[in-house]
């Protein structure tokens, strides 16, 4: 009897000694088992990678420390045991560390990593190009003075018909208090329409400036912050458009010669914007996600950003930085150079200016920027 219980002692010292209780269920010590690793985190701009090693197969808790340590991501380590994790930068310094089976990696700091300063110039911020590296700027009014800048603009006058003309007098096309104003008002006898062949001459004045005769561009990115005068009812019509200069090619026989209009807003559609792309396409009407899209959502009334880039073989039109018109047509109408275009006009069509606006109706621009 006293031998069987030296070998009963013997086996269960041997038993212990590896960990396990008679029933084959690991101890408290050995449930915990070793440490997980936590490897030097890799940092970016954008995410932290998380690697390291834990018994195979295990479940791993990655965890951050705020106020307390808190449970980012569980993964299960693989067959070999390692494991990995990606989760976001913190925007400040963090410790990180990985729990398994009760047992804590060693506490990795993570320093957020800075993403550097975007290049500037004269446009100030450069956008970064599609296709890599960044625009330049080549042209950039902000209107800061208290006039507009002949240099740079032409101020338009033009015949029009009926009761309508386009006059530049210092009721139509204003600079103040860094924005361009372009309004359509009555004329009056100090500020009238110009005369026409039949001695007549129009009742209501619309503002607008080109760079006609003094820049253009072909390709590249062109962008304009504007905000439309507030109202939901027919009449008013404003438009941020490109034009051929007629320097470099004619501009006859439209639509063929190329139109691009990067915004049209009318007060009819107070929550669009529309571009619209006119060349051949014409033939067949507005088809949208071709030359022109209705699904550009903007506000009138408050401030928005409209953008074209635009290669030989692709224009895309942007507001406020979302994409709605892409056109990969490649057609000949757009590979040449253009003049900008703002204009404030009186409605035709469905969005006909009856009187329900009140005049002057004005649109305010707070800069124009080009690069190429």
């Known amino acids: 009897m006293r031998a069987l219980r030296v070998v009963v002692t013997a086996v269960l010292a041997v038993v212990l000694s590896a960990g396990l209780v008679p029933d084959g269920v690991p101890s408290a010590q050995a449930q915990r088992g070793p440490a997980p690793v936590l490897d030097r985190p890799t940092t970016t701009t954008k995410s932290v990678v998380l690697t390291g090693r834990a018994r195979p197969r295990a479940l791993v808790s990655l965890q951050v420390r705020t106020s307390r340590w808190v449970t980012v991501r569980l993964v299960r380590a693989t067959g070999t045991g390692r494991y990995r994790v990606v989760v976001p930068a913190p925007a400040t310094t963090r410790s990180f560390r990985s729990v398994s089976l009760r047992r804590a990696s060693t506490v990795r700091r993570v320093v957020p990593v800075k993403a550097p300063a975007p290049p500037t110039d004269g446009c100030g911020v450069r956008p970064k190009r599609r296709t890599g590296g960044y625009y330049s700027c080549t042209f950039v009014d902000q209107f800061e003075g208290t006039a507009l800048d002949t240099e740079r603009w032409l101020g338009q006058n033009m015949l029009g018909q009926g009761e309508r003309c386009v006059a530049a007098g210092p009721s139509t096309v204003a600079v103040a208090d860094g924005t361009l104003r372009l309004s359509v008002v009555p004329t009056t006898d100090d500020e009238p329409c110009p005369l026409r062949a039949d001695g007549t001459r129009g009742s209501y004045a619309a503002g607008w400036i080109s760079t006609h005769g003094r820049w253009s561009q072909q390709y590249g990115r062109f962008e304009a912050r504007m905000k439309s005068q507030a109202s939901a009812l027919p009449g008013l019509h404003e438009a941020?458009?490109?034009?051929?200069?007629?320097?470099?090619?004619?501009?006859?026989?439209?639509?063929?010669?190329?139109?691009?209009?990067?915004?049209?807003?009318?007060?009819?559609?107070?929550?669009?914007?529309?571009?619209?792309?006119?060349?051949?396409?014409?033939?067949?009407?507005?088809?949208?996600?071709?030359?022109?899209?209705?699904?550009?959502?903007?506000?009138?009334?408050?401030?928005?950003?409209?953008?074209?880039?635009?290669?030989?073989?692709?224009?895309?039109?942007?507001?406020?930085?979302?994409?709605?018109?892409?056109?990969?047509?490649?057609?000949?109408?757009?590979?040449?150079?253009?003049?900008?275009?703002?204009?404030?006009?009186?409605?035709?069509?469905?969005?006909?200016?009856t009187g329900a606006v009140p005049l002057p109706a004005t649109m305010e621009v707070d800069w124009v920027k080009a690069w190429s």
């Open 240 to 353: 941020f458009w490109l034009w051929p200069d007629i320097r470099y090619a004619s501009d006859a026989d439209w639509p063929n010669t190329g139109e691009i209009d990067i915004a049209e807003t009318y007060s009819v559609h107070p929550d669009l914007a529309i571009p619209f792309l006119h060349y051949s396409a014409d033939s067949g009407g507005p088809v949208p996600g071709l030359n022109t899209a209705w699904n550009c959502r903007t506000t009138r009334g408050a401030w928005h950003t409209y953008a074209l880039e635009w290669t030989a073989d692709r224009l895309e039109v942007f507001v406020d930085g979302r994409s709605c018109l892409v056109n990969t047509s490649g057609a000949a109408s757009f590979r040449k150079r253009f003049i900008i275009n703002l204009t404030q006009l009186l409605g035709t069509g469905t969005n006909l200016w």
